[in-house]
């Protein structure tokens, strides 16, 4: 049965060290093989490296992360998509029609697109790939946040085909 709910969110525990719900889901994600245990190892080490990577660099600054986990949040909320392109067909012919995207979705794809950078880096530990990604993207840089604004610039330039939305 498609599209039907599921307990996941409500089964979904915090993960051990930070009490964090996004976390875990995140750590889930990467997971490979059901090792969990080597998936929190790996972030925690990641996180380790931005706290240090924090208190080297100690900005003044209001607006910059206090600690590791913020600069993590960060990194999401600016990764995350507003709008995608999805194809529709109308008499023939494929449009690319921007289409807003859900906040579930948002999320994986969010997930997603870190992740993948971070396997995109091959001959270093994932740990590290995945600090500086975190890093780049809490400052609005990196593969990930490069991806959003292809994206968002894919839904810009196909606006005129806005009318054909679901």
Same mark, same amino acid.
Do not use: C
């Given at each position: 049965m =498609?599209g &039907? *709910? %599921?307990?996941?969110?409500?089964q979904?525990?915090?993960? !051990?060290?930070?009490?964090?719900k996004?976390l875990?889901?995140? *750590?889930?994600c990467?997971?490979?093989?059901?090792k969990?245990?080597?998936?929190?190892?790996v972030m +925690?080490d =990641?996180?380790?490296?931005?706290e240090?990577?924090?208190?080297?660099?100690k900005?003044?600054?209001d607006d910059?992360p206090? #600690?590791?986990?913020?600069? /993590?949040?960060k $990194?999401?909320?600016n990764? &995350? !998509?507003?709008?995608?392109?999805? @194809?529709?067909?109308?008499?023939g =012919?494929? +449009?690319?029609?921007p289409?807003?995207?859900?906040?579930?979705?948002?999320q @994986?794809? %969010?997930f997603?697109? *870190? *992740?993948?950078a971070c396997?995109?880096?091959?001959g270093k !530990? /994932?740990?590290q790939c995945l600090a500086?990604?975190?890093?780049?993207a @809490? &400052?609005g840089?990196?593969k $990930?946040v490069? %991806?959003r604004?292809? %994206?968002? &610039?894919? =839904?810009?330039? #196909?606006?005129?085909? @806005?009318h054909?939305a /679901?």
């Open positions: =498609a &039907r *709910i %599921t307990k996941s969110e409500e979904l525990k915090p993960d !051990p060290k930070f009490g964090d996004v875990s889901k995140f *750590i889930n990467f997971m490979k093989d059901g969990k245990a080597v998936a929190q190892r +925690y =990641a996180l380790e490296r931005l240090a990577k924090l208190k080297k660099e900005n003044s600054d910059a206090k #600690n590791a986990m913020d600069v /993590f949040h $990194a999401l909320e990764v &995350r !998509p507003n709008v995608e392109v999805r @194809s529709k067909r109308v008499g =012919a494929n +449009y690319q029609v289409m807003p995207v859900n906040a579930r979705r948002r @994986s794809l %969010t997603r697109w *870190i *992740i993948t396997r995109a880096e091959k !530990p /994932f740990a500086k990604e975190l890093w780049d @809490s &400052r840089e990196g $990930a490069n %991806t604004e292809q %994206t968002h &610039r894919m =839904a810009e330039a #196909n606006k005129a085909f @806005s054909f /679901f």
